[in-house]
């Protein structure tokens, strides 16, 4: 398994939820992927390949053989601030603006801040250390380009809970060194997102298994007490 950053050579344009991704099937958009439109993973490709160049990587990949099994995407805090953007999510789809958008040069050492925005191992290679590989990677490698501070959501302490919204859980965090900073309740963003996609799953809009799958995992409790995301922040 090799531990890197993503560059040119192999960027990552859809995510690893649907199987591992590799140069001879990433541009095979698996049919799963519902109401995606081609013009949308066009966009991430422009608009990652302007992150590489401006900044040096913008995501940490996990790659077994030559396919990608597990990745971490992270982006100036200050291009995070803007809105919420995702690779995958209609959505939040990445939009034409920012692809064009102008580049900040972070010249301020207080702007210096990196933020992880999506964090995904593929259920296949769940519970092999990758989360913990690539949380180093990430440290290693802002460190290396002069970043001051890295952030991030973290879950609660649920590994079922971790694995459906694509964010590690706080004690993962804090093994890195991590401080939680803020909580945020279900009624706020982005925990509110959280509270949606829970509550669709509890309902059974994603299917009797994942209904079964939260039962088993968070029981009786009341979505206030699941539906949580910690801001972490790890300075340099």
Known sequence: ????????DLTLFRCVHFGPIGPSNIEEIPPD???????????NKKFL?????AYGSCAMLAIDGDRVVAHARFYPQTICDRQLFCCQDPQ?????????????????PADRILRIDCFIVHKDYR?????????????????????????????????????????????????HGFQKVKTFPPSEFPSSLVRELLTDIREGKFGPERKKEFEEF???????????LHEVERRL
């Open 127 to 175: 519970g092999q250390g990758l989360s913990h590989a690539l949380l180093d990677g990430v440290l290693e490698w802002a460190r290396a380009h002069d970043w001051n501070a890295v952030r991030a959501w973290a879950s609660p302490d649920n590994y079922w809970l971790a694995s459906q919204t694509c964010v590690p859980m706080l004690r993962t965090y804090t093994k």
């Open 218 to 228: 968070c029981g009786g409790q009341d979505l206030s007490e699941v539906a949580v």
């Open 92 to 108: 939040h789809a990445v939009t034409q603006e920012m692809v064009e958008m102008d580049i900040p040069t972070l010249e301020n």
């Open 1 to 8: 398994m090799k531990i890197c950053p993503m560059g040119r």
């Open 49 to 53: 390949g302007r992150m590489i160049d």
């Open 33 to 43: 992927i519902s109401g995606v439109p081609k013009e949308q993973f066009e966009r």
